[in-house]
């Protein structure tokens, strides 16, 4: 695939609508100006093949650089050294000597009366490979994100130590203390449209460009990566702007977010109505449980038992198996209990029955969030102030999730589906010239799996073709929101994207390891495939087949 340059599209920032929306040019004084007079003097593919790429640009020249409202805040050099401590991620890390800026689209006063700023970060190691990285937040966002390129820590080595330019973005808004599970800023409309999609817009030209000016010719290729509601990001660039990168990685990705807060709100109701203090609804022992009870019924199926559930959409568990048939014990489950699950499980319904959201998986990992949800700790905090706050038109900073009406409420998300949701499915300028790797963790029991499968499945339809030339999507048993759980959740989404896009080797298989199954390997096969046991050591990837 050619340069941005050569694209003269947003790839690279030049010819595009998005490009002269966002970044019409990096005005700069002095010797800056023969570094970007390519980028200036907007003519075209053409110039840019024709014009000798001018000298790399000292970091700290950068700062002199602006455009409209575009502010560069720092630029310095950084030497080699341990990376710096962020919620603990990367923590340690010897980072590579690089360029780093921080940068912001003006602040601006909300309608609250708050100062809001799209902000975002950018690292450009020394020894450059060519290629740029944006890379997706977490959460509401809000946050000033440091950019190595770690997918929360799960990528190792980061993709700056690889050698990749890296950038995030706050999306558009300052939370309090740097907390990414505010909602309060989602009062602001403008807040609420920037954390959408004008955020990744605007910065992805923005950092493009400087990134060209820094090197003196502009990344070969471009990548977006991110899970949660980076995943989110990464599926929404495919669908608003095809023609921005190479390939892209979504993790399990919060795409719905406007039906995903419901959801979770309605979870945090069913457990609230039988917590006990200082308990919760389900103990662990409770939930592992249910846990076991669903792998004692579908483990078996992929031909291994090995406590790994391969092929959740014919897992037939009930757990209504394990009711206690006198009091409650440690060894099963209350009535009161079981009918909960069930409900959460289900999720709300529509006016005619219909859950508005895909059930949830039973799977292998114990969640032990939903033990302590109803015992305000960070997790229902999160599930309330993304309804309160965000999915709800207008908002209701004092909505209880005991308060929502169901299915009433759902007409109030409308508007906000419209501006933030990634669920659409005709994707056929992106597919024409770039490549998507979903994956997705069974055991997240906060985005069901079975959603990002009925996406995919959609894909054909929707955008015609064979859907396997240029997307696929990878499902994770026994792994929980990104990463954790009993699972093989250990692998390199970012190699095997760079390996199609750029040697075009299609991933048939992702290998995968993972902590809490020291010596294990199993292949993460492309959905609908499944990871079937054929013979051989149980220990090694090798002994399985995806079909």
């Given at each position: 695939?050619?340069?941005?340059?050569?694209?003269?599209?947003?790839?690279?920032?030049?010819?595009s609508?998005?490009g002269?929306?966002?970044a019409?040019?990096?005005?700069?004084?002095?010797?800056?100006?023969s570094?970007?007079?390519?980028?200036?003097?907007?003519?075209g593919?053409a110039?840019?093949?024709?014009?000798?790429s001018?000298?790399?640009?000292?970091c700290?020249?950068?700062?002199q650089?602006?455009d409209?409202?575009?502010?560069?805040?720092?630029?310095?050099e950084v030497a080699a050294g341990p990376?710096?401590a962020?919620y603990?991620?990367?923590?340690?890390?010897?980072?590579p000597?690089?360029?780093l800026?921080?940068?912001?689209?003006?602040?601006?006063?909300?309608?609250?009366?708050?100062t809001?700023?799209?902000r975002?970060?950018?690292?450009?190691?020394?020894?450059?490979?060519?290629?740029?990285l944006?890379?997706?937040?977490?959460n509401?966002?809000?946050?000033?994100w440091?950019?190595?390129?770690?997918?929360?820590s799960?990528?190792?080595p980061?993709?700056?130590?690889?050698?990749f330019?890296?950038?995030?973005?706050?999306?558009?808004?300052i939370?309090p203390?740097?907390?990414?599970t505010d909602?309060?800023?989602?009062?602001?409309?403008?807040?609420?449209?920037d954390?959408?999609?004008?955020?990744?817009?605007?910065?992805?030209?923005?950092?493009k460009?400087?990134?060209?000016?820094?090197?003196?010719?502009p990344a070969?290729?471009?990548y977006?990566i991110?899970?949660?509601?980076?995943?989110?990001?990464?599926?929404?660039?495919?669908?608003?702007?095809?023609?921005?990168?190479?390939?892209?990685?979504?993790?399990?990705a919060a795409?719905?977010?406007?039906?995903?807060?419901?959801?979770?709100?309605?979870t945090t109701?069913?457990?609230?109505?039988?917590?006990?203090?200082g308990?919760?609804?389900?103990?662990?022992v409770?939930?592992?449980?249910?846990?076991d009870?669903?792998?004692?019924?579908?483990?078996?199926?992929d031909?291994?038992?090995?406590?790994?559930?391969?092929?959740?959409?014919?897992?037939?568990?009930?757990?209504?198996?394990?009711?206690c048939?006198?009091?409650?014990?440690?060894t099963?489950l209350?009535?009161?209990?079981v009918?909960t699950?069930?409900?959460?499980?289900?999720?709300?319904?529509?006016?005619?029955g219909k859950?508005?959201?895909k059930p949830?998986?039973?799977?292998?990992?114990?969640?032990?969030?939903?033990g302590a949800?109803?015992?305000?700790?960070?997790a229902?905090s999160?599930?309330?102030d993304?309804?309160r706050y965000?999915a709800?038109t207008?908002?209701?900073?004092?909505?209880?999730?005991?308060?929502?009406?169901?299915p009433?409420?759902?007409?109030?998300?409308?508007?906000?589906?419209?501006v933030?949701?990634a669920?659409?499915?005709?994707l056929?300028?992106?597919?024409?010239?770039s490549?998507?790797?979903i994956?997705?963790g069974?055991?997240d029991?906060?985005?069901?799996?079975f959603e990002?499968?009925?996406?995919?499945d959609?894909?054909?339809?929707?955008?015609g073709g064979?859907?396997?030339?240029?997307?696929?999507?990878f499902?994770?048993?026994g792994?929980m929101?990104?990463e954790?759980?009993?699972?093989?959740?250990?692998?390199?989404?970012?190699?095997?994207?760079?390996?199609?896009?750029?040697q075009?080797?299609?991933p048939?298989?992702?290998?995968a390891?993972g902590?809490t199954?020291?010596?294990?390997?199993?292949?993460?096969?492309?959905?609908?495939k499944?990871?079937?046991?054929r013979g051989?050591?149980?220990?090694?990837?090798?002994?399985f087949?995806?079909?």
């Amino acid at each position: 695939m050619t340069s941005f340059l050569q694209m003269g599209s947003a790839r690279g920032g030049l010819a595009s609508p998005a490009g002269a929306r966002s970044a019409v040019g990096l005005w700069v004084g002095g010797t800056m100006a023969s570094a970007l007079a390519l980028f200036l003097a907007g003519t075209g593919p053409a110039s840019a093949q024709a014009t000798p790429s001018p000298p790399a640009t000292a970091c700290d020249r950068l700062k002199q650089m602006a455009d409209g409202d575009l502010h560069v805040l720092e630029a310095r050099e950084v030497a080699a050294g341990p990376a710096a401590a962020f919620y603990g991620e990367d923590q340690g890390r010897k980072m590579p000597a690089h360029c780093l800026i921080r940068a912001s689209f003006g602040d601006r006063r909300g309608v609250d009366g708050r100062t809001y700023a799209i902000r975002f970060e950018l690292r450009m190691p020394a020894a450059w490979n060519g290629r740029f990285l944006f890379e997706g937040g977490g959460n509401m966002d809000g946050v000033d994100w440091p950019a190595y390129g770690s997918l929360f820590s799960r990528l190792s080595p980061t993709a700056l130590e690889r050698g990749f330019a890296v950038v995030r973005t706050n999306g558009g808004h300052i939370s309090p203390g740097n907390e990414s599970t505010d909602g309060s800023w989602a009062i602001d409309q403008q807040a609420r449209i920037d954390y959408g999609y004008v955020a990744l817009d605007k910065v992805a030209i923005a950092a493009k460009r400087i990134v060209a000016a820094h090197y003196g010719k502009p990344a070969a290729k471009s990548y977006f990566i991110g899970c949660s509601n980076g995943g989110r990001q990464a599926m929404l660039v495919t669908q608003r702007f095809p023609d921005y990168f190479d390939g892209v990685v979504a993790g399990n990705a919060a795409f719905n977010l406007t039906r995903i807060a419901p959801r979770l709100s309605w979870t945090t109701a069913q457990l609230s109505r039988i917590s006990r203090p200082g308990v919760g609804a389900f103990t662990k022992v409770d939930l592992k449980l249910v846990a076991d009870g669903a792998v004692k019924r579908c483990d078996a199926l992929d031909g291994l038992a090995d406590g790994l559930i391969q092929d959740i959409a014919a897992c037939k568990f009930d757990p209504a198996v394990l009711q206690c048939k006198g009091p409650k014990t440690a060894t099963c489950l209350s009535r009161a209990q079981v009918d909960t699950l069930k409900r959460i499980v289900t999720g709300p319904v529509d006016a005619q029955g219909k859950p508005y959201y895909k059930p949830l998986p039973y799977d292998s990992t114990p969640a032990f969030w939903a033990g302590a949800a109803a015992a305000d700790t960070r997790a229902p905090s999160l599930f309330m102030d993304t309804m309160r706050y965000f999915a709800l038109t207008p908002p209701n900073p004092g909505l209880d999730a005991l308060d929502i009406r169901f299915p009433d409420v759902f007409a109030s998300l409308v508007s906000t589906a419209g501006v933030i949701d990634a669920e659409g499915s005709f994707l056929n300028s992106f597919a024409s010239r770039s490549k998507l790797i979903i994956y997705h963790g069974t055991s997240d029991y906060s985005l069901s799996a079975f959603e990002i499968t009925s996406w995919y499945d959609r894909l054909a339809h929707d955008t015609g073709g064979k859907t396997q030339d240029w997307a696929r999507l990878f499902l994770v048993p026994g792994m929980m929101h990104c990463e954790g759980g009993r699972a093989t959740d250990d692998f390199d989404p970012l190699t095997a994207i760079q390996a199609w896009v750029e040697q075009g080797i299609a991933p048939d298989r992702i290998v995968a390891t993972g902590k809490t199954l020291p010596g294990v390997s199993r292949p993460l096969c492309p959905w609908p495939k499944v990871a079937r046991y054929r013979g051989g050591d149980p220990a090694r990837a090798e002994s399985f087949d995806c079909d």
